[in-house]
């Protein structure tokens, strides 16, 4: 089945000083289906940010693209022009970023911020009806006061209003998918609690494609997932698939590494080493010189993409077990 | 019954505010009233959000800014009234952000080796390089190193040259701020087990400041709940997570997001954001936000009572069993 954005053999890499392409992210392939949720799960450097930067094609300047698509509703969203992917950002394809006090104009209201997206979108609409749409709007986000709160400005709110009104400002258009990237990380956490409440509310309108380090939100919401590793796809499957049965040596690290609540831990897991800068990248399994199992192909030639059963893929050189239906 | 190491008798600090030129308009409220004793070679976690003061409350313990009232007494002193080298010596910290807490025109190795010499514990740049070189090699770098600067390495790496700059007092107390809050989990859980492993080879004392109640339960022994700059609950680590006694604790304990596909007990959802704390309400800090809060709870501000041995919480709904 053709999922509503699909990334295939995707690679870019970044210009530097030389002249010469330096990869970042290489043959990323993976699909987000309609209606569901998936968690884009790895630690800073795994490229997390550049495939969602890479969807809404606002790389860097010095970002080159190697090769693969980016299809959205069976369209390359790469071979789009400037102008025809102005249309699409904001309308159908929506993203909430990290940090919402820097992702919010400071000297323009808030209303005035929610409203121009559906100002762009659809211009057959009054200003009075923008406004009743927008703290419509406001209210199903679950901002008290919406009336009062139209035109306060960004600094009146605190972080969990901010990232709410960010909320807001991503589904006015009712977006086919929405991106968060990182969307509770900047807030504490009973405020972390309300905001991932909201969007399990908010999920069931559309395709949600979530960028997170934190495994227990990926839980909560999705219902894929996908583990990057030094800007490559290293497992992917279903939520439970993964969840009950990690199976690369860097998923199962990442899990036995995070203290919880729930289990007595006498010493933490360590991956040993931190993720490689892209200069740094082998031409071989990038995570192989922080493996304890990395035998010694696995440093010289990419691993192979392996079915375990029909909903988890994994790219490994060891050998696993296979499994049924899961 | 341990000995405590280091008192801390009703530490308050209140920030002035000032909206005009030379008239105060108020005070943030910062730390409350806190008191609790720290014993040797335990690790105290300090949790809270943001705004609860818990950093305030290190930063005083360690002198760094003055308290408005209270007393932090260690070796029977009230180190407010003392030079500042008695204690530096025996208390350092270690920041939360590894790359704002290293200079970045000074080789690490010299920067570990500055307290050294200031503090007069090496004779000479040789011996302090001999030191330094022990230090790398304790946080577990390697001593080739020291001639690199801050931006060779990574952040964990650096959140290491801070804890090996902490060492060279051979300090008692170490007072970590987030020290493990601005790294990847995979780095974080070598940072915490270097932690560990730290305490238990060089008989140190923490007090663990976090925001991470996971990453605290899994360092610390006994943990301090704060709220608005109050202690809301302070027990032992096992105790604390078997019997939360305060809905707050409760709340922050159901908030976590935790990473398995068991199904999980209801989440307790807190409305709205920590209050300010410059109009501070009346009663009870938490009343406003608190989903088990009765009708006297606006107006009487409850005292920190222990409800069981060594498990204090500060709420109505656990009257003190003495009767007070």
Redesign the interface.
Known sequence: MPGLLEFNNYSMGFLNDEGQVINMMDNVSFAVQEGRAVGIVGESGCGKSMTTLSIMRLLPNNAVVQGGVINFQGTNLLALSQESMEEIRGKDIAMIFQEPMTSLNPVLSIGFQIGETLQRHQPALSKAEIKEKVIEQLRMVGIPNPEKRYSQFPHQFSGGMRQRVMIAMATICHPKILIADEPTTALDVTIQAQVLDLMSKLKVNGSLMLITHNLGIVVEICDDVVVMYAGRVVESGSMVEIFDHPTHPYTRGLFAAIPTLTHNQDELYTIPGSVPVSTKFLPGCRFAPRCTQAMEHCYTQVPPERELSPSHLVNCWLEFEQRGEG | MKEAYLKVKNLTKHFPISNSLFRRTGFVHAVNQVSFELYQSETLGIVG??GSGKSTLGRVIMKLIQPTAGEVIYKGKNIFNEPEATIRRDMQMVFQDPYASLNPRMKVGDAIAEPLLAHHIVTGRKEAREKVCDLLHTVGLQPEMYNNFPHEF????RQRISIARALGMAPKLLVCDEAASAL???????I??LF?NLKNGMDLTYLFIS?D???V???SSRILIMYLGEVMELADTEEL?SKPLHPYTQ???????????RRRKE?I???G??PSSINLPEGCKFQS?CFKAMPECVYTHPPLSEVAPQHYVRCLLYPNQAGG
């Not at chain 2, 990574?154 to 790496?157: C, T």
């Not at chain 2, 990847?184 to 070598?190: H, K, L, N, P």
């Open positions: 959000e943001s990574s952040g964990g790496q990847d989990v995979s780095v974080q859980a070598q915490l087990n560990n925001h109640l996971a990453v339960k899994y360092i997570f709340a922050l304990i159901s908030a976590i997001p935790e990473p398995s596909t989440r959802l807190l409305e954001d920590i936000r």
